[in-house]
């Protein structure tokens, strides 16, 4: 072990649960473990920490371990990397399971929307949602879990891995079970804002109502997203659908495209309600986040802007996972 000891203030660490180090894994962050209030070196980075290193920490009684904030977006990488293993571990708790899923979820959409005409990063964002859709199939506490590590702090990236947990699940509680068509439906959820990548970030994060000028550039999001989803051809078509209507409302009044209700696809319908759920159970900005059951009446108040048999089957569905 590096006797390397530094005395840094909290903020600069990060703890990481041990479960969460897939053993016989070559990390790309340097790992500490804390001795009194120093933070103590215990493995440089690219160095292969195996079964033993664990077990050792284990029988030290060291179960949490802690990384550099510079080494966050390492960390989530390295996360994304090792999913597979780490989801099929047997000693990894469903609860860290569902934050390693969402963890890595988050990585990729933020590559994403860093690059959104990225093929690699689509490609990725597929093993992903591949994931996110057999652990939710895997077992009945899955969709509970994720719900349970849901942040409610508004940003467009957990916001778009928040949605498409729950598209996916809504999916299912409507009698979806064809896998392929709950990927492309978890696509659409976790690409659904892809054209916010286009509008300016000082209108996507005004802290306040967006005047008319900006609100009209925030409402072309919907068709930047088709036209990039389109150029990347990477991107099915029920995704295309979900990002191009995910803000219609069944009496016409949504954009951009005004649709009415025979127009508008099912899945658009369920975008459209988890989407709104999402949004007002979170704190934004202008406005901060409602409990579940105050957002389950405001959405059924407003029944006549969503598809209200689908509204009425999520809301069920929350209230029987107890979101
Ligand atoms: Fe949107």
Redesign the pocket.
Known sequence: MDENTLDRLELYFTPINIEKINPNSVINFDLYIKMGRKFVLYKNRHLLIDRDDIGRLLHNAVDTLYIHIKDKKNFRTYLEDNVENLLKSEDVPIQKKAEILHDSAINVVEDIFDNPRSGPAIQRSKQIIGHTVDFILGSPQSFANLLRIRKHDFYTYTHSVNVCTFLVSLARELGISDKKDLKAIGEGGLL??L??SMVPSAIINKPGKLVKGEWEVMKK??TY?VDLAKTTREINDISIIIIGQ??EKPGGTGYPGGLKSEELSIFANMASIV?VYDAITTNRPYSTARSPMDAAHFLLENKAEFNEKILLKFIKMLAVKKE
């Open positions: 659904h804002d054209g916010k999001h919907p997203g995910h803000h989407d």
